[in-house]
């Protein structure tokens, strides 16, 4: 496996668009506390701009997501960045605005574009070949690492060394111009799907492990990042070693991200989310534990590394649980489930720090990570189990239609001697037909290819014998296929000519063609073989 797929045009296209789509997402919340924090009770108002922020994302994410349409994903992206833009325009434009109409601003940048991350991440599945996903999956993982490595460090830069407004004006500058990008891309992804589930919540709602399982792997790293000033104090080192510390995770999950993409790994989807879920617990767990800087930022490194590998494993699961037309909801949905999470860490951290040391509630958080994932596995095996159970009941119920419609062939009949006792070879109810030097042992093989008439027999004259005839019947019914040789059950039970178009009433009162066809006085001999069918069948 390669990325020589995903090295094209469309895709480097996509590449940029999205960057400049979702730059501005990550400078937001630190760009906000900065815009205000010379403000009296700056930075109360700068986190709670930041809240209202977030919560836009939350709620944007599902609502907006749910009413896109696949064919017109385009329409709804362009939408969504247009009214990003126009917030935080806003937010820069008027700075010193009351703080109701920042949050007003700071709600709606968060909102409206919150459902472009999961449609273009449907967009860029969609430009890859099939074998590609998840290279596609690996490649937009790197690119969001370096994202999120650089944002922090560009608004503090543009903040702090030219104006505070400057950061969210440059978001709305890049949100504008990933408009221009999408223009250069594909009007919408083909789902191969008409109508149907696309839009409906309970469709979504069935993949809930996975959101859960995504969830959890933001929320830990976030509880770490967010904590870990106050770790390095608890340890005596110097708080300016966050900032590398939390580079270095970025690029270690840049790295996984690439590593991950290389080849196929062994085993289901959501085992190897758990197995990558638990290593990245062990790492967090180190780096709360160990005393010295350098172990902490390599135990940081580590768990970057295998948190992108269990996000990757994430998007791919939800691809296998949801239908194609609903995959950009499900983004969003696993996009609002991140964001909740992440929000729900801060409160969390900020709880916490209130009774216990950094160390501790880094590992709270372990230990409320390892619940999420059982959780999820749980949920993911418990609906796997449910669809089989469906699946056996739907083709039971199936089944059960075609036999009692007649359209599945009845259980084998066993008829002792013949089932059309005239059929009987030397009886003299069929007489002057050739005789298949074969001999009668291959006479039932004769008739199921077509290519003879009933062979072993000496009765009727002249008439060309119809293979679906007696013999054809006798030798169907045996083989348990009353339907393939067009046997009637009554006459089945009979022993009658209805098989070869006669009726029942015919054969029951001698009249019809039954009457006309001669019949041999003399008995048949015990044991005398049927052509094409019972003593003959059974001797092959």
Not at 43 to 55: S, W
Request: proline share 7%; net charge neutral.
């Amino acid at each position: 496996m390669t990325y020589r797929d995903v090295a094209t045009k469309q895709v480097l296209i996509w590449a940029w668009t999205a960057t400049a789509a979702r730059m501005p997402v990550a400078m937001a919340p630190l760009a906000l506390v900065f815009l205000v924090r010379e403000r009296p009770g700056g930075y109360t108002l700068g986190a709670a701009l930041a809240a209202a922020y977030v919560i836009g994302e939350i709620i944007g994410a599902p609502v907006l997501g749910m009413r896109m349409d696949p064919a017109r994903g385009r329409r709804h992206l362009v939408l969504g960045l247009a009214g990003g833009a126009v917030g935080f325009a806003g937010l820069g434009v008027l700075a010193g605005a009351h703080p109701v109409v920042l949050g007003v601003f700071a709600f709606l940048a968060g909102a409206a574009p919150a459902a472009a991350a999961g449609g273009q991440r449907a967009l860029l599945t969609s430009l890859v070949p099939e074998r590609s996903v998840a290279q596609a999956l690996s490649a937009e993982s790197m690119l969001m690492s370096g994202v999120w490595a650089v944002s922090p460090v560009a608004v503090a830069g543009l903040a702090l060394g030219v104006a505070p407004r400057l950061p969210l004006l440059l978001g709305a500058a890049l949100m504008a111009l990933s408009i221009v990008g999408q223009w250069w891309l594909p009007a919408g992804w083909d789902t191969g799907e008409r109508g149907g589930e696309s839009g409906r919540i309970g469709v979504l709602l069935r993949a809930w492990p996975v959101y859960v399982t995504g969830a959890a792997s933001l929320t830990l790293l976030g509880l770490a990042e967010l904590t870990l000033p106050a770790l390095l104090e608890q340890r005596g080192i110097g708080v300016g070693w966050s900032g590398p510390m939390l580079a270095g995770m970025a690029i270690g999950a840049g790295l996984g991200a690439f590593l991950y993409g290389l080849r196929s790994w062994p085993g289901r989807l959501r085992g190897r989310s758990v197995v990558l879920m638990c290593g990245m617990s062990v790492f967090v767990s180190l780096a709360a534990l160990i005393p010295g800087a350098a172990g902490i930022a390599v135990a940081l490194a580590l768990a970057g590394t295998l948190q992108s590998g269990a996000l990757i494993t994430r998007n791919l699961s939800l691809r296998e649980a949801v239908p194609p037309g609903a995959l950009a909801a499900g983004y969003s949905v696993m996009y609002a489930a991140a964001g909740a999470g992440y929000a729900a860490t801060g409160s969390l951290a900020g709880g916490l720090l209130q009774v216990v040391t950094p160390s501790t509630a880094i590992l709270a958080g372990v230990v409320l990570t390892l619940l999420l994932t059982a959780l999820g596995w749980w949920g993911e095996v418990r609906r796997e189990g449910a669809g089989r159970a469906g699946i056996r009941r739907e083709g039971a119920g199936s089944v059960a239609d075609a036999v009692s419609s007649g359209a599945v062939a009845g259980p084998a009949v066993g008829i002792a001697g013949s089932a059309a006792p005239d059929a009987v070879a030397g009886s003299g109810a069929v007489a002057d037909l050739p005789v298949d030097p074969a001999g009668p042992a291959v006479a039932g093989h004769a008739v199921r290819d077509g290519s003879s008439p009933a062979a072993g027999s000496g009765a009727v004259a002249d008439p060309p014998v119809d293979p679906a005839g007696p013999a054809a019947a006798a030798d169907a019914v045996l083989q348990g296929s009353r339907a393939a040789a067009g046997l009637p059950l009554e006459g089945v039970l009979l022993g009658s000519h209805a098989g070869a178009g006669l009726s029942v009433d015919a054969v029951r009162d001698g009249s019809g063609p039954v009457a006309d066809l001669p019949v041999d006085p003399a008995p048949r001999a015990e044991g005398a073989p049927v052509a094409g069918g019972g003593d003959a069948e059974r001797r092959l």
